[in-house]
């Protein structure tokens, strides 16, 4: 009997590129085992929440696995803050349960809209990765389904080489059907923050290496707009969660997060909307606004969490909507290749609306985990034409800065500059060839870059 699908139109947060997909919605986790042994289609795709902003959960021609029903709290225990939940259980669950508790996610990206299967697939980040490290290491064990029907225990002590495989893996490994991590302990729903305004991309990167170690959270929102000396000028932000006693007796309740006004952008906006003035504009008022502050109350939600607030923003970058190109680069390379990135944004006339740069730590040790010791920025890029082309001239800066690609965000990487990038790729096409002999697991993206068989989309 076929199993039963929806035909659904899907793309990556970005909207940059579409595909119209056969999407499953199972509802046990045994449905996903006779989905994989069915050969109802040539090949599947596991998807979260759609959060990765590319083309890593879409799948031409073959199956999407929609976890958005697989998501059930299965264990916590109170005493170690050990909770265990199935994949498709999103962090912003876990902080509507947890957080009245005094737990929270050990490492969040910027958005609560994000699976811990997503979390753990693409190995996320947040603001203290450069204290804590990414997702994985957080993760005690997890639950991988195989494409051979197989069910794996895996940790970064049992099956190593298949957790750290799947770590960051873009869920070409496996199926991740449940994982224990560990939450943090937290005492009150807030984050003390201290603000510094820097005037150029030398002083912003200074202010980072100089103190980022007294805080555990640290990230730069730059000016891409901004130029000449003031190339790289930004709004440096470093938090720590507020403890109790630090909080004024106004608020009663310290594990409550305030209540928070949601905008929603209900239609796609003309492509014009977003252009060099009204960019400009906002962000010269945003950084004339953040000047020098220390200790201000944020709460978690708007510190963590920005852009949530306005419901389906990506809208905003219209109908063709936009690419997010992010890449690390090693400290001795960050400056030089930092610069020539925003420079040649400019030159080409397509200067990022949102940048934001944030310190890494060492990286784990996942062949395919994006984050390792150095300097990221994130760039948004409004998608138009000409775009392709420079996106593939940067990859050529990131490249001779010993820099690589955000998988999770990537919309135009070629195999061969991935291979440039992730030398350990071989590692990982090593552990899916075991895993995945037949090639169960593919997706846009893991055909582009030559991480599973057939053409590129």
């Not at 590129?17 to 085992?33: G, K, N």
């Not at 999103?90 to 997503?118: A, K, N, Q, Y």
């Not at 049992?158 to 869920?171: D, I, L, P, Q, S």
């Not at 934001?356 to 034409?385: H, I, M, N, Q, W």
Request: charged content about 20%.
């Amino acid at each position: 009997m076929r199993e039963p699908f929806v035909v659904q139109r899907l793309s990556g947060w970005g909207r940059s590129s579409w595909e119209s997909s056969h999407v499953y919605r199972p509802e046990q986790r045994a449905a996903l085992a006779r989905l994989l042994a069915s050969g109802q289609e040539p090949h599947y795709i596991p998807r979260g929440l759609g959060r990765s902003y590319g083309d890593a959960s879409l799948n031409r021609d073959g199956g999407v696995l929609s976890f958005l029903r697989l998501n059930r709290f299965l264990a916590f225990d109170p005493e170690t803050g050990i909770l265990e939940c199935e994949a498709g259980v999103s962090l912003g669950e876990i902080l509507d349960v947890f957080l009245p508790r005094g737990f929270f996610p050990p490492v969040t990206p910027g958005t609560r809209h994000v699976t811990v299967g997503g979390a753990i697939a693409a190995d996320v980040h947040g603001k203290n990765h450069h204290r804590d490290g990414a997702f994985a290491r957080f993760v005690l064990d997890m639950r991988l389904l195989t494409p051979a029907g197989e069910v794996l225990t895996c940790s970064p002590e049992t099956e190593r080489e298949v957790f750290w495989a799947t770590a960051g893996g873009m869920g070409l490994t496996g199926l991740i059907l449940s994982a224990r991590l560990r939450l943090r302990k937290v005492e009150t729903a807030y984050v003390r923050v201290d603000y510094v305004r820097t005037r150029s991309l030398d002083e912003t990167l200074a202010a980072l290496a100089a103190n980022d170690e007294r805080y555990p959270y640290s990230v730069a929102w730059l000016d891409g707009l901004a130029g000449g000396r003031s190339l790289g000028r930004g709004v440096l932000m470093r938090g720590h969660h507020a403890t109790r006693q630090e909080l004024p007796s106004r608020i009663r309740d310290p594990l409550a997060l305030p209540g928070r006004a949601c905008f929603a952008v209900p239609f796609d906006f003309p492509a014009c909307a977003l252009n060099r003035l009204s960019v400009g504009a906002f962000n010269t008022l945003y950084y004339l606004r953040h000047g020098a502050a220390a200790g201000v109350l944020v709460d978690c939600e708007r510190f963590f969490y920005p852009l949530d607030g306005v419901r389906d923003w990506n809208r905003l970058y219209g109908r063709r909507g936009f690419v997010q190109y992010q890449f690390v680069l090693p400290p001795e390379t960050s400056a030089v290749g930092l610069s020539e990135v925003l420079t040649r944004c400019a030159a080409a006339g397509r200067p990022p609306f949102l940048a934001v740069l944030k310190g890494f730590g060492e990286a784990d040790p996942g062949p395919l985990s994006f984050p390792c010791r150095g300097y990221t920025l994130a760039l948004d890029l409004p998608a138009a034409k000409g775009l392709p082309g420079l996106l593939e001239e940067l990859d050529g800066s990131v490249l001779r800065h010993r820099g690589r690609l955000y998988l999770a965000k990537d919309s135009a990487l070629d195999a061969d500059t991935f291979a440039a990038m992730y030398p350990q790729a071989g590692e990982f096409r090593a552990v899916k060839a075991r895993l995945d002999p037949k090639q169960v697991l593919s997706s846009n993206l893991a055909r582009r870059i030559g991480l599973a068989r057939g053409a590129a989309p």
